[in-house]
């Protein structure tokens, strides 16, 4: 709860100084002290919390364990490592900068709640509280045509979810009488209410929209190639994280005994979402789409921890969800550097800037799931999660065959970089701040691969 009210006030400042102070120079640098700010508050509240007595607030509609605390903490110092890899870039996309920061601090708060609501209208007013500032950040490059449409866009199905996801709210709390999740546990799969299967129906859809699962995916691509690209790689990560943060909680706390009337749903829509997500990205011509797409195939690998319902698919997600958002933010601090976003502009960038193709190389291997990468071990964690819960192995075999489809539109990027001639040209010159973060997020890619236990011990 410090860190719900902590965000909100920063967010709240970040708002003011844009009023009170024009000069965007330093901006970023403020934003990133604020947000250094938060994490200590964070971490703060983990060093409280007692993992066998959860704290509850508001007649118990938020309920925060030290899973959710922990949860928090890893996703605040992502966002501080975004500001720092992407402050100044973000700085260039229009003339209120301090606003888009302020709209970055509110989507924390309504990343908290997801992490521990516990009654459904927390969870509808969580993701609300994400999904508005998106529309805001994908269309602020008032220049780009293309960013316009991508906010449009991006509102329009949006709203559409929402309205998907009320619906199955509604029909859950006619089925049970409740909002709280906690209570949902005595529905059983053989006096199963069809009111509740259908409300059931409804959430999978609602969250397969914002985790950009197939086939409700077809927004996804258009939206993250035109919304400027600073806030893409916030929208594609921290954002993603907090919807499947929310989706196990809710399936796994709530529906768990009802896991044979939606498991084999949600693997269909696992396998849809990898064979789409990977296949696609192979035609790709432009790199900030392929990573679109790429979005995509790893939410594929994410949902085998909703599929899983066992206390390894917790791990696996927490896991996942960072190294998967540590290994995107570098991927996108580098393609914010590229004047030319086509694999053609990456050629030759090897010789010209060696250390932007080396943590690049880092970056795109953990995503691919290579060995000594945080990204192995993550999807290592979700499969075996999956295998554990016996009836999926299937699916397992099938994402092993799509992991090695996603390999060659990984190495594409690696081969233009070092095998191909030419000269890439920058939209701005990387500074020794610049490689020094690019180096530092290499380092925890590479770390999280080799020690996992790093966050999986804090759970």
């Given at each position: 709860?410090?860190?719900?009210?902590?965000?909100?006030?920063i967010?709240?400042?970040?708002?003011?100084?844009?009023?009170?102070?024009?000069?965007?120079?330093g901006?970023?640098t403020?934003a990133?002290?604020?947000?250094?700010?938060?994490?200590?508050?964070n971490?703060?509240?983990?060093?409280?919390?007692?993992?066998?007595?959860?704290?509850?607030?508001?007649n118990?509609?938020?309920?925060?364990?030290?899973?959710?605390?922990?949860?928090n903490?890893?996703?605040?110092?992502?966002?501080?490592?975004y500001?720092?890899?992407?402050?100044?870039?973000?700085?260039?996309?229009?003339?209120?900068?301090?606003?888009?920061?302020?709209?970055?601090?509110?989507?924390?708060?309504?990343?908290?709640?997801?992490?521990?609501?516990?009654?459904?209208?927390?969870?509808?007013?969580?993701i609300?509280?994400?999904?508005?500032?998106?529309?805001?950040l994908a269309?602020?490059d008032?220049?780009?045509?293309?960013?316009?449409?991508?906010?449009?866009k991006?509102f329009?199905?949006?709203?559409?979810?929402?309205?998907?996801?009320l619906?199955?709210?509604?029909?859950?709390y006619?089925?049970?009488?409740?909002?709280?999740?906690s209570?949902?546990?005595?529905?059983?799969?053989?006096?199963?209410?069809?009111?509740?299967?259908?409300?059931?129906?409804?959430?999978?859809?609602?969250?397969?929209?914002?985790?950009?699962?197939?086939?409700m995916?077809?927004?996804?691509?258009?939206?993250?190639?035109?919304?400027?690209t600073?806030?893409?790689?916030?929208?594609s990560?921290?954002?993603?994280?907090?919807?499947?943060?929310?989706?196990?909680?809710?399936?796994?706390?709530?529906?768990?005994?009802?896991?044979?009337s939606?498991?084999?749903?949600?693997?269909?829509?696992?396998?849809?979402?990898?064979?789409?997500?990977?296949?696609?990205?192979?035609?790709?011509?432009?790199?900030?789409?392929?990573?679109?797409?790429?979005?995509?195939?790893?939410a594929g690998?994410?949902?085998?921890?909703?599929v899983?319902?066992?206390?390894?698919?917790?791990?696996?997600l927490?896991?996942?969800?960072?190294?998967?958002?540590?290994a995107t933010?570098?991927?996108?601090?580098?393609?914010?550097k590229?004047?030319?976003?086509?694999?053609?502009?990456?050629?030759?960038?090897?010789?010209?800037?060696p250390?932007?193709?080396?943590?690049?190389?880092?970056?795109?291997?953990?995503?691919?799931?290579?060995?000594?990468?945080?990204?192995?071990?993550a999807?290592?964690?979700?499969?075996?999660?999956?295998?554990?819960?016996?009836?999926?192995?299937?699916?397992?075999?099938?994402?092993?065959?799509?992991?090695?489809?996603?390999v060659?539109?990984?190495?594409?990027?690696?081969?233009?970089?070092?095998?191909?001639?030419?000269?890439?040209?920058?939209?701005?010159?990387v500074?020794?701040?610049?490689?020094?973060?690019?180096?530092?997020?290499?380092?925890?890619?590479?770390?999280?691969?080799?020690?996992?236990?790093?966050?999986?011990?804090?759970?």
């Amino acid at each position: 709860m410090k860190a719900i009210i902590a965000a909100t006030i920063i967010g709240v400042i970040l708002m003011f100084t844009g009023i009170l102070v024009k000069e965007k120079k330093g901006m970023a640098t403020f934003a990133a002290i604020l947000f250094f700010l938060l994490l200590g508050v964070n971490i703060w509240e983990l060093s409280t919390i007692d993992s066998n007595q959860p704290q509850t607030f508001f007649n118990n509609m938020i309920r925060i364990d030290r899973y959710a605390v922990w949860f928090n903490t890893l996703m605040t110092g992502c966002t501080l490592l975004y500001v720092l890899l992407s402050g100044r870039e973000i700085q260039k996309v229009g003339a209120h900068t301090s606003d888009y920061f302020a709209l970055i601090s509110f989507m924390l708060v309504g990343l908290y709640m997801l992490a521990g609501y516990n009654n459904m209208l927390i969870l509808f007013l969580g993701i609300e509280i994400i999904s508005i500032p998106q529309y805001i950040l994908a269309g602020s490059d008032k220049k780009n045509l293309k960013s316009s449409e991508a906010s449009l866009k991006y509102f329009l199905m949006g709203a559409f979810s929402t309205g998907i996801l009320l619906m199955g709210i509604t029909l859950i709390y006619g089925a049970t009488g409740s909002f709280d999740i906690s209570q949902f546990t005595f529905l059983q799969a053989d006096a199963l209410n069809p009111m509740a299967l259908c409300g059931i129906v409804f959430l999978i859809i609602a969250f397969s929209f914002k985790i950009s699962a197939a086939p409700m995916h077809m927004w996804t691509p258009d939206v993250y190639d035109g919304a400027p690209t600073p806030f893409t790689a916030y929208m594609s990560t921290i954002v993603k994280s907090a919807a499947f943060i929310a989706f196990i909680k809710l399936f796994h706390i709530s529906f768990g005994n009802l896991g044979n009337s939606w498991m084999m749903l949600i693997a269909i829509i696992t396998a849809a979402t990898l064979l789409v997500g990977n296949v696609t990205a192979v035609f790709q011509q432009s790199v900030k789409r392929m990573m679109a797409y790429s979005s995509i195939a790893q939410a594929g690998f994410m949902l085998f921890a909703i599929v899983a319902l066992n206390a390894t698919a917790w791990q696996g997600l927490m896991l996942y969800t960072v190294t998967y958002t540590v290994a995107t933010m570098g991927v996108f601090a580098v393609l914010m550097k590229m004047k030319d976003y086509t694999y053609d502009g990456f050629n030759g960038l090897g010789k010209r800037e060696p250390l932007l193709a080396f943590v690049t190389t880092i970056f795109l291997l953990s995503l691919a799931g290579i060995p000594l990468t945080g990204g192995f071990m993550a999807k290592y964690y979700v499969l075996v999660a999956a295998v554990e819960q016996g009836q999926v192995l299937w699916l397992v075999i099938f994402a092993l065959l799509m992991a090695a489809i996603s390999v060659y539109y990984y190495f594409r990027v690696i081969t233009a970089m070092y095998f191909k001639q030419g000269s890439p040209e920058l939209s701005s010159p990387v500074t020794p701040s610049d490689k020094m973060m690019l180096v530092v997020t290499a380092v925890i890619v590479i770390l999280l691969g080799v020690a996992p236990q790093l966050i999986l011990n804090f759970i």
